[in-house]
């Protein structure tokens, strides 16, 4: 049983043991990560881990709560490891209105830069939508990436879902779907198509049940694809074969 953590954090400072993380990732099925990143540090550290190792891709770019660290050179830093085949997509961009302090013009602006980067290159986007779901979709009409484009950590209604959809995308499903509190999120899955679904794990957060609090790691998406399976009635087995193609063909992996 192969599958794919479309979306984690393996250059997080937790990581001291990113070869044996690996290791045991691939002992539970898990033969290929994407690690995002989300500014030029992370980028870079993200870069450089898909190139030292064969079955580690990655995603660039700057999340919301760090464009206030962009300059014109860090994009263009941006653009040219983008530019990498060990590269798949611009990522984790987007709108992040939870916290207080943010400036959500600049917010959008950079969002709407990142995706034109994407689209110059042909590749996917990789999108964090926080407490921003219509500004998020209004973007996307506006800016439509070009590219088949993956919503991360997927939290909105059924309604955002199946508009999204439209514009070309699909969604990946963390550990959150495991937990007791996770609202109207199984109903969402349940509603998705399978050949519009992908599994993470967003590690080293969103640690899924049952092993909610400690770090999370790549070989945990093996949860995300029992729930998942059981909210479909089908077979893990299914679920993992469906998600880890519609993370090759995303991603072009």
Not at 228 to 247: D, H, P
Request: hydrophobic share 40%; with cysteine.
């Amino acid at each position: 049983m192969e599958m794919i953590d479309a979306h984690a954090h393996i250059t997080n400072d937790c990581y001291n043991d990113v070869d044996e993380v690996l290791e045991r990732a691939k002992e539970s099925g898990v033969t290929k990560v994407v690690c995002s990143a989300f500014n030029l540090l992370s980028s870079q550290n993200a870069f450089s881990l898909a190139k030292k190792y064969p079955n580690v891709f990655a995603n660039v770019g700057f999340h919301p709560e760090n464009v206030g660290e962009i300059e014109k050179k860090s994009l263009a830093e941006i653009e040219k490891m983008a530019k990498d085949e060990k590269v798949v997509a611009i990522g984790e961009i987007g709108l992040d209105y939870h916290s207080e302090g943010f400036d959500k013009e600049k917010q959008k602006e950079f969002f709407v830069k990142q995706i034109e980067i994407a689209n110059a290159l042909k590749k996917p986007i990789v999108v964090h939508s926080r407490e921003a779901m219509g500004d998020t979709i209004e973007i996307l009409k506006k800016h439509p990436p070009i590219c088949p484009s993956l919503m991360h950590c997927y939290s909105g209604s059924l309604e955002s879902a199946k508009i999204l959809m439209n514009l070309g995308f699909s969604f990946s499903i963390g550990g959150v779907v495991t937990f007791k509190n996770a609202c109207s999120l199984p109903e969402v899955v349940e509603n998705i198509p399978l050949d519009r679904l992908l599994l993470e794990t967003d590690c080293p957060f969103m640690t899924p049940v049952p092993y909610r609090g400690q770090r999370n790691e790549p070989k945990n998406v093996v949860y995300v694809a029992d729930k998942i399976a059981r909210l479909k009635g089908i077979s893990i087995e299914e679920v993992a074969s469906v998600t880890t193609e519609n993370a090759k063909r995303l991603f072009k992996i």
